[in-house]
């Protein structure tokens, strides 16, 4: 009898407790799916120009509004902007840097009338209007062939090769893979599946891909060799010589005679300035800079230029804690000048006017709101009129008219739209272009996230990130946090600081009832060479103990539940996230790791060596990832493509393999025939995040496989 009226007490309350239980509807999905991109970008008026240019730096720029779509002529010199039908119903003309490949894995001569290809590891010239082909080389082979493009990570069919501006020459290498490792992946399959193969060399390796410096002369085929020993794969701007598209760290003189380059040693601390002849291949040694740690030539432009003329080199180096420019003189070697001084960073050079000796340049640190902010600035050659173009506040991205006489400047904030203006190069206004307007959007209840700055684990240097907040909040009640991370070190969580509607499904998530926070740790690049280099040689940190500190922080100002955090990441967000879970089991209790490299000794050489240092200086086994697998207490999910060419999944098996080990029960979601990204695969994704946050995060159910827009696969 007792038996009978405990069992019917007990499903008393377990009825009870599944009533109590929040469940999300699709109509919560469909909300919280409202607020990305695909669905925002219609409510969002005067969004961007886009400059097609005409004759004498005039140019027309179509926008969309709730009104339809609009066309503008405008005439800088003039200083008019008028309203046109003559304009806009075609498509315009790619810019110059799109029209440098030809057809296929072509590279196009300057004058367009040639073009480069690799056939049989060797290079041939193609007359553009005849489509006769010739041959440049005869000894390349399989893995020694010319003008490869591997990287490990990236590799393709096209040329890495540089052009010399009169079109009689190209500069380019043949690359030595011979000794290199490989890597192997394996699709999936009806039947035998297919192999592939190609050459990935990993931290700690003996050999790596080395490129031997040739120039090549067209018009009478010759390959003239670099007098010097061959240089490994590695760039100044990034982790491999065509980081930019192109054969990087390359300037040649007008008119083909010499081409001035810079050789980078394996673990990214030296590098060569080196002037070639290019028609003998002696090569002259002009100056080398060395580093403690990894020397980079700026951030998303390699800021260095050879300026023959003037028998005269612009430089970027770190050397003085941050990013700025020097003056050499290219006979001597010889520092004549700094040129930018202060705590704040150049970030690209864009243009040198070696006539009035004026460089223009984007700088990051000078506005006071955010140091992440980027202003376009010049200053002569001796360091002296530095002046701001764009003192707006805000981050500014410059566009250069023909002439160079105008520019276009596009400005915003993480929660300010868009104000797009055209500027004489002196800085003087010209023209309102467009400003977005973002009502209709905000109409419908979306609001922007909001800019915070606290301070990193050490307790003085301030960080900066976005919160994103539910668009109606409940003022009785503590949200939990989900903590989106991408700890670089070439990068950071916030990506861009431009406005933008939707930042991937930030606001998504927080519609569902979290707080998002995005936090660029200590350790990213933008700001001071000892900032960035707070991580250096132990990548495991992943900006974390300031991910923690911050949103504690972030508690005392928002109704953040501390007991319930979650978070996710993708590549090395993946990696830092699986660290979180484990490093720090107590603060964080749910993660999804995407495509993490959760062993750098899996990961590409020329990435890991170039930030954590080289394996026989630094205990890569110490910062892997399954090492700690047995800390896990909440509940970890791990994504990965088994396709992925640039981290191995082998890196996420590691773990999975660790977390068997020692009997700990987590989730796994594979992607058969994804690479790095999954592609049309990614909205099941998307949905599979938002139902394990749903889940373990907020205690709620989510809808049976709800369906978000593309997750029809064929």
Known sequence: MNKYWLTAIALSIMTSANAQQKVLTEKDYEHAESFMAYNTSKYIDNVGV????????????????????????????????????????????????????????????????KAILIKDFNLYVKDVASGKLTQLTTDGVKDYGYATDNAGWKHSDAP????????????????????????????????????????????????????????IDIENPKVISLNIPPDPHRGTLSDDISSSGTFDDIDWKADGSEVAFVSTSRDHKNEKFRIANASTGAVREVFEETVKTQFESGQGTINWRYLPASKE???????????????YDATTGKVKNQ??????????????????????????????????????????????????????????????????????????????????????????????LAQTDVSRLTAIGWKAPTPVTVK????????????FTPSKMDATKKYPVIDYIYPGPQGGSVGSWFFSASRGDNQALAELGFIVVVLEGTSNPGRSKSYHDMNYGNMAENTLPDQITAIKQLATKYPIDTAKVGIWGHSGGGFATAAAMFRYPDFFKVGISESGNHDNRNYEDDWGERYNGLAENVDYAAQANQ??????????????????????????????????????????????????????YSAYMMRRRWDYFVQHLLGAEPPKDYKMVGTVIK
């Open 50 to 113: 886009t400059p097609n240019w005409l004759e004498g730096d005039n140019f027309w720029f179509t926008i969309k509004n709730a009104n339809g779509t609009q066309t503008f002529l405008v005439n800088p010199d003039k200083k008019t902007k008028t309203l046109t039908t003559e304009y806009g119903k075609g498509l315009a003309s790619p810019p110059p840097t799109a029209r440098r490949r030809g057809g296929g894995d072509e590279v196009l001569s300057p004058d367009g009338k």
């Open 160 to 215: 890495i090769l540089r052009w010399s501006p009169d079109s009689k020459k190209i500069t380019t290498f043949q690359q030595d893979q011979r000794n290199s490792k490989e890597m192997y992946l394996v699709t999936t399959n009806v039947g035998a599946p297919k192999l592939e193969a190609w050459k990935y060399p990993l931290p700690g390796d003996k050999e790596i891909p080395t490129i031997r410096r040739v120039v």
């Open 313 to 327: 080199i612009i430089w970027y180096s770190e050397r003085d804690n941050w990013g700025h420019l020097y003056l």
């Open 339 to 432: 040129i930018t001084k202060g705590d704040w960073v150049v970030t690209r050079l864009l243009k040198v006017d070696e006539k009035t000796r004026t460089l223009y340049f984007i700088a990051n640190g000078r506005d006071k709101l955010n140091p992440y902010f980027g202003h376009f600035f010049t200053i002569g050659f001796d360091g002296k009129n530095l002046k701001d173009l764009t003192p707006e506040p805000g981050n500014h991205m410059v566009t250069f008219s023909p002439s160079g006489k105008f520019f276009i400047d596009n400005y915003s904030q993480p929660n300010v739209p868009a104000n797009v203006v055209l500027k004489e190069i002196n800085g003087k206004v010209v023209s309102e």
């Open 456 to 467: 990193a684990n050490d307790g003085k240097t301030d960080i900066y990130g976005l919160v």
């Open 627 to 680: 090492t700690y697998a047995k800390n896990l207490k909440g509940k970890l999910m791990l994504v990965h493509g088994m396709m992925d060419d640039n981290v191995p999944p082998y890196n996420t098996l590691l773990v999975v393999e660790a977390l068997q080990k020692v009997n700990k029960s987590f989730d796994l979601v594979i992607f058969p025939n994804s690479a790095h990204g999954y592609g049309p």
